[in-house]
C-alpha cells in the first residue's frame, strides 16, 4: 500500500506542532495556512491553497478555531469538495459546533470523503511532546485509517461514536477545562490576598478534594511567574464555553454553572487579556482585587 499524503490546514499553535511531529516521524507531509511563512518556518512544503492541498493528500487535517471557519475551507470557492476525491479522509482536530461537524460529514460523503472529528486535549505542550488524547467521531473504519497518523502526535485515541461525538466530547472536556482554571485562579488570588504560603497552598490542594489539572499543572508554574505561554488563549477559552452553552441549548441540557468561565474570561476580554494565555486569567481577577499578582518575581 502507497504511503499516505498529509496535509495539515491550519499552522498556529496546535497545527504547527502538530504538522512537525508528523514531519518528524517521516511521514510526507505538507500544510497550508493564511500566513505563507509558517510552512517554511516548520521545514514542511507549503501548498499555495487550501484546494491545492487536498489535491495532492490523501488525508487532511484541520486545526483551525471553530466551524465558522471550517465550513468555508470546506465548502466554499477552492475548498477541500473542489479538490474531493472518494477515500480521501479529513480530520478536524479543531473545537467545532457538533451539528455543523455532521452537517459536513453527510456533505463529504456524499463525495466519498470521510470526516472523523478529533477533538485533541493536552494544550500545546502535549503537542509539541506528541502525547495529546484524541477524541474521536465518525465511521470506525475511517477512524482506523488515519490511526498511525494521529499516534504521531497523540499517545491515547477513543473513538466516541457516530459523527459529531468527538466534538461535543471535546466541548465537554473544555468546560471542565474552563470551570477549574477560573476557579483555581479565584482562590489564588484569595490565598495570596489572605498572605498564605502559595506553595503549601497548593501542596494542600494537590493532595485534597480541591485537585484539578489547573492545580496539579498550571499553577505550580504560574506561581513561579511562568504562565506557560503559547497555549489557548482567552478569546478562544471564551469561545470554546459558548459553543458549549450553545449545545446545552441543543440538546435541552440545563447550563447552572456557565456563570464562574463566563464572567471570569469575560473579564480578562475587558482587561486587554483576549490574546494572551487562558492562564492569565488569573492576572485580570488579581487586576480587580488591587493589583494582585501570585508571582512575588
Do not use: W
Amino acid at each position: 500500500m502507497a504511503e499516505q499524503r498529509i496535509g495539515v490546514i491550519g499552522l498556529g499553535n496546535m497545527g504547527g506542532r502538530i504538522a512537525a511531529r508528523i514531519a518528524a516521524a517521516g511521514r510526507p507531509v505538507a500544510g497550508y495556512d493564511t500566513d505563507a511563512t509558517r510552512a517554511p518556518a516548520l521545514g514542511i512544503d507549503a501548498a499555495a491553497s487550501v484546494e491545492a492541498l487536498a489535491l495532492g493528500a490523501d488525508v487532511v487535517l484541520l486545526s483551525l478555531p471553530d466551524s465558522t471557519v471550517v465550513e468555508p475551507v470546506v465548502e466554499g470557492p477552492g475548498g477541500i469538495l473542489a479538490a474531493a476525491r472518494a477515500g480521501m479522509v479529513v480530520v478536524d482536530l479543531s473545537t467545532s459546533s457538533p451539528g455543523s461537524t455532521a452537517r459536513l460529514a453527510g456533505v463529504l460523503g456524499e463525495r466519498g470523503v470521510a470526516l472523523v472529528d478529533a477533538g485533541i486535549s493536552g494544550g500545546a505542550a502535549a503537542a509539541e511532546k506528541g502525547t495529546l488524547t484524541i477524541m474521536a467521531g465518525g465511521d470506525a473504519d475511517a477512524l482506523e485509517a488515519v490511526r498511525g497518523v494521529l499516534e504521531t502526535f497523540s499517545t491515547r485515541v477513543v473513538h466516541m461514536g457516530v459523527s459529531g461525538s468527538g466534538h461535543t466530547t471535546k466541548l465537554l472536556n473544555n468546560f471542565l477545562n474552563a470551570v477549574t482554571l477560573a476557579a483555581t485562579a479565584e482562590v489564588m488570588v484569595a490565598a495570596r490576598l489572605a498572605g498564605l504560603d502559595l506553595h503549601r497552598v497548593l501542596e494542600v490542594i494537590n493532595s485534597s478534594s480541591g485537585v484539578s489539572f489547573a492545580s496539579l499543572h498550571r499553577f505550580p508554574h504560574i506561581i513561579e511567574g511562568d504562565y506557560l505561554e503559547g497555549g489557548l488563549t482567552s478569546r478562544l477559552m471564551m469561545k470554546d464555553v459558548t459553543l458549549y452553552v450553545d449545545m446545552l441549548r441543543e440538546l435541552g441540557a440545563p447550563s447552572l454553572n456557565v456563570g464562574g468561565p463566563l464572567a471570569s474570561f469575560g473579564l480578562a476580554l475587558g482587561l486587554g487579556y483576549g490574546e494572551e494565555i487562558s492562564n492569565r486569567v488569573v492576572d485580570a481577577i488579581g487586576d480587580v482585587a488591587g493589583g494582585v499578582r501570585l508571582s512575588e518575581g
